[in-house]
Every structure is written in structure tokens, then in C-alpha cells.
């Protein structure tokens, strides 16, 4: 048995070289437990799949870990169950997986989330993620890549980023150079442009601004002049952001979303077959969902009835679910309407049992405190629902749905008033595609500074979008629109209420999206 063994951990590293990777001690181990037990044939099959499967994670830079190896197992394993696989995945906040990127190797490793622990660290580390995945994203674009661009002049200028500490202690004029980080007020009336390594004051007298809504906590490009402790700005921008076809052609078919698939759902050949064949299939999304108010009520009974005969994969709602007023109970009260929800959904016959019904809370639900991911509604205020509707969900705030190869991120809160509030700049027209450039250029939810949209460190992961989803859902007390950027569609759906009862349509199949409204009493 042992000469067996060590012929298997033999046969393993010469056919890993094969494939251009470096297996650790622990991932060789591993393999081994899992191998030896087959049959030869069988075996060798098994690690032509299991390197595919790694070169797909693009594990060929740096040593392959145990966790990649054990990835690779699963997808090679639940290749062989193609019936099983979800069509429809609700991914809470709290589930999706964490990745770091490694700069020394220039690859993304899953990394486990801390408990809800308060540290320094944990802020570092928030901070130096952030950075980070922007960061290698910029210097793969090609107008840094190449270190050269043209410009409005024609002329040919160098765009070399600058780290800020390479700043410090100059005592001489330095023209035409470029820095990344983030702008911030360190200082009340005063701006500045962070990195991890420090940060520099300045002076935004003569500056322009390219397109994007740029607010404090937004990580930007900056070229202009340094002298005297001071960066004299000429053009803040936007980093070039990237679609989510280009990130994995870099990274391979990871599964950054979530969920139970081991690679991207786009790479699951089931599922782009599934989706394929139901190319009418849709999703419908709402905000503000007042449950107290009366005509609310009386629109999602025309809703839920003209979908009775062709109802959608699933009614995504976005809270919050009872309008703003002082309660004594106020959990009581949101109890008391989702019952009554949930006697509406069930009066309209087979809809609960074709349809997904899926509650997104707002920061204004009752029981929970004001910091983002915010969990889900409290099981006591649910129950009432969910003994009646079987196919509800309570999810988190974001949250992540997967429906067939589409990728969509839900998020409720009212992001373009409150970054128009502490914005750098003042764009002039089309709030909303600024909003979004700026959106898909940071590549995370979390637009605004902690002091105004807390966010629990150790889970920021959760707000990330990379890569790009297909669709984003911003729901906003903004008015209703939907854009597109990078491959991203971007939408709001409105205040139910206060936009006249809009709503949003989204087809997977076709990856559009319907602007709907009720008219009409029942």
C-alpha cells in the first residue's frame, strides 16, 4: 500500500508539471486521499479533469492551495449531477465568499470572514481590499499597461502611476503625474488623496472633473503637480472600470458571486442550455412596498392577478415594507401587514407555487441596527408569512441572485441623494448615468464614506461587484431609470408609491429590462 502511494504522489507531480502547476504539501496530500482509492483508468481520468478544472482558476500562478484543489474536485464531481443544479439562488450577504487579492501572485485566494469583531486590523484590511481590487484593475488597462496614451493634443503622455509615500519630502516642482487613491476630507473644508501608505493635501482650485459622481470615499485618478506638500489637481477622474467577460479572461471561471456552483454560473453549459429554452422567462422587482397603505395593497392585487396566468420566476421586494411613521410596536405592525400579504398572495390561485417571492429589508425594518450587510427581517415578524407562502424568501440587504447563467445584485438604500450631498463635484445633466459610471468604476456598493453608510469590516466583501454582475438593482426613493455601463445595467425601480406604481420587468434570456406601471383600481 505505502509503494502504492508514493508511486501515486509521483505520478501526480509529473502530470501537475505538465499543466504548469505547483502543488504544496497539503494540496498533494489531498489529492492523494481522494485518488487512491481508484481504479488506474479511472484515476488518470480523474486528474485530466481535476487539472482542467484548475487551469479554468487559472491556478497555475504560484503554488496551487488545498482549497483550489478541493474547488476543482467539486466541479469535477457535480459534472456528473447536472440535474441537481439550482436554476434559482438567493445568495444572503452573509454567505458569499471572501477573496483577496494576492499582489505577489496576481491572483485572487478565497479567504474565510471573520466573526463580528471590532480591530484595527479589520479596518487595514477593509481599506488595503478595496484599494486593492481597483488597483490591479487599473494597471491592467492599457493605458497603463502600455505607460503611454494620446491625448487632446495629440502629443504622447506617460501615465505612470505614482505610489503617494514616492511624494514625501520632495522639495522640488514635479509636473504631469498621476496618482490613485482615495478623496477625503482628513480635514473639515479640506481635501485629501489617501493610500495605504499615507495621504497628500490638495489643492482642487483649477481642477476638472471627468464624468462620474465623485463624493468623499471615492477612489479616483489624479494628474497634477506636486510641490510644497500640496497636489495641485488638474483632472480627477473615474478608474477605468472593465466587464465582467475581461476580469475572467484574467482570473478564469471563479466563482466570486456565490452560491453552490464551484465556477461562474456563465460557464455551467446546464445552465446556459436552461436558459436558452425559457427565453420568456422574467423577474419582477419593487421598492418601498408599503404594506399599511391601502392603495399599495390594492395595486399588488392587480399585480399578482394580471401574473396569475403567466406568473415570473420570481417578485423580488425591496423595502421598506410600511411607511414612515412613529409605531409603539413596530414589530408588531410589520407582523400584522406581512400576514396580510401573505392572504393577499395566496387568494391569487397557483401563484405562491409558481413563483418565488423574495424580501429584500430596508435600514428603516424594524430589528436591526443601521450598519450594512443588514440581515435579514426577524423570523417573528415573518412567520406569518411564511406559514402561508412556502416559496418566500427573507434575505439580507444586499443580497445576490443567480437565476440560470445571470448574475444580480439587489441593494436597497437611497445612494444618489446622499452622495449628491457630500459630492466633490456637480455634474450638470444625467444624474443617473454619472451615478452609474461612478458605480461600476469602484466596483462595490459601498459609494459613501463610514461615517455616513457604516459597514461592518469584516464583510465588505459583500458589498462587492466584481466581477460585474449582469444586473444591478439600486433600489432609490430616486425616480425610476435604468442604464447601462461596462456591460453592467444599472436600474431603480422607484418608490412603488410615489412614482405612480412603477415597477421593473428583467428577461435573463434577452439581459433587458422593462419599465412597467400600474394603472387602474381593482
Known amino acids: 500500500m505505502a509503494s502504492n502511494i508514493v508511486k501515486l504522489k509521483s505520478s501526480i507531480i509529473k502530470s501537475s508539471k505538465l499543466y504548469g502547476l505547483s502543488l504544496n504539501s497539503e494540496s498533494l496530500k489531498y489529492l492523494v486521499e481522494i485518488l487512491v482509492d481508484l481504479a488506474p483508468n479511472e484515476r488518470d481520468a480523474a486528474i485530466e479533469e481535476i487539472w482542467s478544472s484548475l487551469a479554468k482558476q487559472k491556478a497555475s500562478v504560484g503554488l496551487t492551495t488545498r482549497e483550489q484543489c478541493e474547488q476543482a474536485v467539486l466541479e469535477v464531481t457535480g459534472q456528473k449531477q447536472d440535474g441537481s443544479v439550482k436554476l434559482f439562488d438567493v445568495i444572503g450577504a452573509f454567505d458569499s465568499p471572501r477573496f483577496i487579492f494576492d499582489r505577489d501572485n496576481q491572483r485572487f485566494v478565497l479567504s474565510k470572514a471573520t466573526l463580528f469583531t471590532d480591530s484595527a486590523d479589520h479596518f487595514t484590511e477593509y481599506f488595503r481590499n478595496r484599494y486593492n481590487y481597483i488597483y490591479q484593475r487599473v494597471l491592467r488597462n492599457p493605458i497603463f499597461a502600455n505607460k503611454s496614451v494620446t491625448v487632446k493634443d495629440n502629443s504622447s503622455n506617460k501615465y505612470k502611476l505614482k505610489p503617494l509615500e514616492a511624494l514625501y519630502g520632495c522639495n522640488v516642482l514635479m509636473e504631469n503625474i498621476t496618482v490613485f487613491g482615495m478623496i477625503t476630507q482628513i480635514q473639515p473644508g479640506q481635501w485629501y488623496i489617501e493610500d495605504f501608505n499615507g495621504a497628500v493635501r490638495l489643492d482642487l482650485s483649477k481642477v476638472e472633473y471627468g464624468p462620474g459622481l465623485i463624493c468623499d470615499g471615492t477612489f479616483v485618478l489624479c494628474d497634477g503637480s506636486y510641490e510644497q506638500d500640496v497636489l495641485y489637481a488638474n483632472v480627477i477622474s473615474l478608474p477605468p472600470s472593465e466587464t465582467a467577460s475581461v476580469t475572467r479572461a484574467q482570473f478564469g471561471d471563479i466563482n466570486f458571486f456565490g ?43 392587480i399585480l399578482f392577478t394580471g401574473y396569475s396566468k403567466s406568473p415570473p420566476i420570481a417578485f423580488v421586494m425591496c423595502g421598506p415594507f410600511v411607511s414612515p411613521r412613529a409605531r409603539v410596536d413596530p414589530c408588531g405592525f410589520l407582523a400584522e401587514n406581512l400576514k396580510k400579504l401573505g392572504q393577499l398572495i395566496s387568494s391569487v390561485e397557483g401563484l405562491k407555487e409558481k413563483s418565488k417571492f423574495v424580501f429584500v429589508p430596508a435600514m428603516e425594518d424594524a430589528g436591526s441596527l443601521s450598519v450594512y450587510p443588514r440581515p435579514p427581517l426577524l423570523s417573528s415578524v415573518t412567520a406569518g408569512l411564511t406559514k402561508q407562502v412556502k416559496s418566500a424568501i427573507f434575505t439580507t440587504n444586499p443580497c445576490r441572485i443567480q437565476y440560470c447563467t445571470k448574475e444580480i445584485v439587489v441593494f436597497r438604500e437611497d445612494l444618489i441623494p446622499k452622495m449628491f450631498k457630500c459630492r466633490v463635484n456637480s455634474p450638470k445633466d444625467n444624474l443617473t448615468h454619472h451615478f452609474t459610471r461612478t458605480l461600476v468604476s469602484a466596483g462595490n456598493l459601498a459609494l459613501l464614506p463610514l461615517s455616513t453608510m457604516p459597514v461592518y469590516w469584516q464583510y465588505d466583501h459583500a458589498m462587492s461587484l466584481h466581477p460585474l454582475p449582469n444586473l444591478v438593482i439600486a433600489a432609490d426613493n430616486y425616480y425610476p431609470y435604468t442604464e447601462e455601463s461596462s456591460g453592467c445595467i444599472v436600474s431603480n425601480p422607484g418608490s412603488f408609491p410615489l412614482s405612480k406604481f412603477n415597477f421593473k420587468v428583467y428577461y435573463p434570456a434577452s439581459n433587458e429590462v422593462e419599465d412597467s406601471a400600474i394603472s387602474g383600481d381593482f
Open 259 to 301: 452560491g453552490e456552483l464551484t465556477t461562474c454560473a456563465a460557464a455551467n453549459q446546464v445552465l446556459v442550455s436552461k436558459e436558452i429554452e425559457d427565453p420568456n422567462a422574467f423577474i419582477v422587482f419593487l421598492s418601498c412596498v408599503h404594506l399599511d397603505n391601502s392603495e399599495v395593497m390594492n395595486k399588488l392585487h
